[in-house]
DNA sequence: TAAATAGTGTCTATGAGACATTATGTA
DNA sequence: TACATAATGTCTCATAGACACTATTTA
């Protein structure tokens, strides 16, 4: 990460002088799923203040940008990071985030330019994230795919929902990111639920098992102690096995 | 696009007064590919100020951002047309531009907070773009991928460079994006070769045409008059249909 | 006719989808 | 034993990779 820098270059950037042309603010919006009672459910807040005052908005922030050329602030995930806990209270570190886009249309902040940087973040269900409303924020609820249609998004935050849902279900069907949605220890019937409810539609069961079955074998997955205690057959468990 | 806008809300706009937390500078950058003597280049730009005066980097400029809530300025995607037009001359309105990510580590840029908007541009071989060196550039070429290794690239473009090389491999390997690097009409053979620079690895002839069969079956091609002249035999044209 | 490249066909392995069947626990 | 659900097996089809082979043009 070390570079070479000229005393010429080390003289210009002392006596560099930022212009005083016009700058964006910029935000980090964070589309947050998990998964309660078997829906898959974004996180929504309701904006206390204007514009979209009374709206349902995802939640996010402004990025903390320092003063100067040796401060410059905080980087875009830790951003993305601080806002989840802030939100959700929860340990970022035990969060998949990830970027997803970012959308910086002139006009979509009435007050003035602003470009957002949009995260994803997947909660397992067993963190059971407790949401409190605090700040600037009146309300705030999970809220599942079927609900969002029947409520008004603030800003564009519905692109910014939508772009993410296409995001997530690709990586489901790619099997690369529902685990990030389930407990940490979970039977096959569970992992193929999540993929079901994230997708949208029904898992056959021996289609599923294979696929499992394969990343059992790739080293993915290994088996835990124990059995899913149910009212029929119990399942066994498996978890995720540590890199 | 229009929302209701209560007067309450209208006056709080009216007398909304930015804060004056500092903001960061927001850049696009483009990585522009072309083929050129059958291999994948990239066009880069040489630096002639600081911070990284000489170094090799990607296009790019400031994304223009206006005085007032009422003018905002230009969209990311019109910022990165407009950088890409000045840079090759060519029309944007020809020229396949997808945004990529955000990279906004701070420390990126030396003087200055400085987020990055990266895209990535797909210019067809035939429009020959003509690169002419200018504004705070001294030099401008395109870059094959081995010489790239080679090269020293300032700020972060290493990486912004290596994401879009990623993720114009994923989009050419699900068979979308090579219609954009190859002249407006084709012969298999010569769809192939761009899918095997892009790759880097060969292509199967009879695999491949079955691919092409498909979409051919598909209606996303269709047959061009003519036939493409070579000093054995000549290969039937095609030509992408248009929707 | 030879050389070169366009274009075709075939064998095999893999994975997805649909669906039937067996196994194993609880009430 | 009845029931529920876990777990397994099988058939078919679509696609990918490897590779042998045929067709058509130019020199």
């Known amino acids: 990460m070390s570079r070479k820098v000229t005393s010429e270059e080390k003289q210009f950037l002392e006596s560099y002088r930022p212009g005083d042309y016009p700058r964006p603010s910029v935000t980090v919006d964070l589309v947050i799923f998990t998964i309660i009672d078997a829906r898959l459910v974004v996180l929504l ?48 570190e035990r969060v998949h985030v990830e970027q997803l886009a970012t959308f910086g249309r002139a006009g979509r902040d009435p007050r003035m330019r602003v470009i957002s940087v949009g995260y994803v973040a997947l909660v397992r269900p067993d963190l059971a994230p407790i949401v409190k409303a605090g700040g600037d924020v009146s309300d ?20 910014i929902v939508t772009t993410a849902l296409t995001r997530i279900r690709a990586e489901v069907e790619s099997s690369d990111v529902a685990f990030d949605l389930v407990p940490l220890t979970f039977t096959i019937p569970e992992l193929r639920n999540v993929h079901a409810i994230v997708l949208d539609k029904d898992m056959d069961p021996g289609n599923f098992r294979r696929k499992f079955n394969r990343m059992l074998e790739d080293g993915l997955i290994e088996q835990a102690p124990g059995k899913r205690i149910t009212t029929s057959k119990p399942a066994t468990v498996y978890r995720f096995k540590r890199k």
Request: net charge negative; hydrophobic share 35%.
């Open 45 to 92: 807040v309701k904006r206390k203040e204007h514009p979209f005052k009374g709206s349902w908005v995802v939640p996010g922030g402004f990025v903390r940008v320092g003063e100067s050329a040796n401060e410059q602030g905080e980087d875009l995930d830790a951003a993305a990071k601080r806002e989840l806990a802030e939100e959700t209270g929860l340990d970022p």
């Open 140 to 159: 705030v609820k999970w809220v599942s795919m079927d609900e969002l249609k029947k409520l008004e998004l603030g800003f564009d935050h519905r692109e």
